[in-house]
């Protein structure tokens, strides 16, 4: 897996997209000595969901927005390793996010979008924490 991690190794741009998707996706409240590791588990991540694929295709992942991205995600991994091989990535967009000034920015990152109905939800930022809990004071 070393040799697959040098051979697809993202560009500066791709870097800093992932690290600060990887601080948005928790809120702002992801402690500095915590994005290093959590870089590398999504990186290792999808270098193995893409080695999968590479020995049982044709295949078809289904797998979060962040890991079909072409910039850092599985599709990224893919085609450094096998960029004769085609490959057609599709991102999810809830419906609320179509209207926004980002979204021909995310549709940038995929070869497809398809627009899901929006879901009412809780904010999850309301309940994230690290470290420890009061109760376990």
Same mark, same amino acid.
């Given at each position: 897996m070393e040799s697959d991690y040098q051979k697809s190794l993202l560009t500066n741009n791709a870097k800093r997209s992932l690290e600060k998707d990887l601080v948005d996706g928790h809120c702002g409240k992801l402690p500095a000595q915590y994005l290093e590791p959590m870089f590398q588990v999504q990186r290792l991540t999808d270098i193995s969901m893409a080695r999968v694929m590479m020995h049982h295709s044709p295949a078809i992942l289904f797998a979060g927005n962040g890991h079909v991205r072409h910039d850092y995600g599985v599709p990224q991994v893919l085609r450094s390793l096998?960029?004769?091989?085609? &490959?057609? %990535?599709?991102?999810?967009? /809830?419906? +609320?996010? &179509?209207? %926004?000034?980002?979204?021909? /920015?995310? +549709?940038?990152?995929?070869?497809?979008?398809?627009i899901t109905p929006s879901i009412d939800r809780a904010d999850p930022c309301a309940t994230l924490h690290f470290g420890k809990s009061e109760s376990s004071k």
């Open positions: 096998e960029p004769s091989k085609k &490959r057609v %990535s599709v991102g999810l967009i /809830e419906e +609320a996010q &179509r209207d %926004s000034t980002a979204f021909a /920015e995310l +549709a940038k990152l995929y070869d497809f979008v398809w």
